[in-house]
């Protein structure tokens, strides 16, 4: 399995309720992608409002093809003016599971 973090920066005032919209609207559509597994979005309990999603795949590959596709930059380019800043991402390769 592969596993993707994306750090967001501070969301722009007044725009959280969109940014939350906009995470719901890409879900749908990322989900459609073969190897998608799953799609979360975190938030810290305590201190920053800052957002983290998870992201999981089948593999590297299926992640790529969706990040890379036409629907996720279509997106991509809503989320833009939402934020205060850029994106730091991490990408993971689950080593063991538990049952």
Known sequence: MFVNTIEFPPIKNG????FLEWFKLSSSIY??????????LLKLTKGSSNYV????HESEKTFMDMHTSKERQEAFAKLKPLLEGSLSAKFYNVIVESE
């Open 31 to 40: 989900k459609n992608f073969d190897g998608f597994i799953s799609r979360r």
């Open 15 to 18: 725009k959280e309720s969109e």
């Open 53 to 56: 999603s998870l992201v999981e």
